[in-house]
């Protein structure tokens, strides 16, 4: 079956342009995250969606940050006001219900000039 | 101090030889994962553990909760397993399913 997909697959932009990326998680998985892994360095959590509950978002960098998932499948995460350290490649990744297996999508290589 | 640490930071082997790589964690979790991540970028989960040991193929993991400590074996590696090995830690807290990641050790496999 698909897997987990992100578009687009890499992004370039301006300093101080918003950027939306958007996550296509695996049918019937509950629950979604975001990370991030900035240019040598590790993995870094972001956001997590599970079903209907409020989202957990206490590894967002700044209000500049935001995510949302629309009817409990695709989500989008948005950068406004994008800045040269926003430049890392954003994961994203599901989960089925009861089962904290996480699933990676490819990857969005963001690069801000 | 980094929640969660992973030794070596870099390891090269010969084709063959028998892996071991190592991670540390300082806090209580639920649940520990090794994630591999190949040279493209991509992301696989090999194991989510929380007690105890788990095999698939050549690849071990175990975890012994009272030393907090997780250990990922590869016996008889071979080149197609250079890739770089994250550890990840689940907190029990809250009901957030947020995980903590070590840094990656960097495996190389040469022929």
């Known amino acids: 079956g698909a897997g987990v997909s992100q578009s687009p697959s890499n992004k370039v932009t301006e300093k101080g342009k918003d950027v939306e990326l958007r996550c296509d998680p695996i049918s019937g998985h509950t629950a979604l995250y975001w990370y991030r892994q900035s240019l040598g360095q590790g993995l870094e959590f972001l956001i997590y969606f599970q079903g209907n509950s409020a989202p957990d978002k206490s590894g967002l960098p700044s209000d500049r940050f935001s995510a949302e998932r629309t009817g409990g499948s695709v989500s989008t995460l948005t950068i406004q006001r994008t800045q040269q350290e926003d430049s890392a490649v954003y994961l994203c990744?599901?989960?089925?219900?009861?089962?904290?297996?996480?699933?990676f999508g490819p990857g969005t290589r963001l690069t801000v000039l | 101090k980094n929640e969660v640490e992973q030794s070596p930071q870099n390891l090269t082997a010969q084709e063959g030889e028998f892996i071991t790589i190592n991670c540390s964690y300082s806090v209580g979790i639920s649940a520990l994962h090794w994630l591999q991540q190949h040279p493209g970028g991509g992301i696989v989960s090999l194991f989510m553990l929380s007690s105890g040991k788990k095999k698939h193929g050549r690849l071990i993991a175990t975890i012994n909760i009272q030393e907090k400590h997780s250990s990922l074996h590869i016996t008889a590696s071979h080149p197609r397993d250079s890739a770089v090995y994250i550890c990840a830690v689940r907190s029990p807290w809250g009901g957030s399913e947020k995980l903590v990641f070590g840094k990656g050790t960097k495996l190389t496999v040469n022929p």
């Open positions: 990744a599901s989960s089925p219900p009861a089962a904290s297996e996480q699933f």
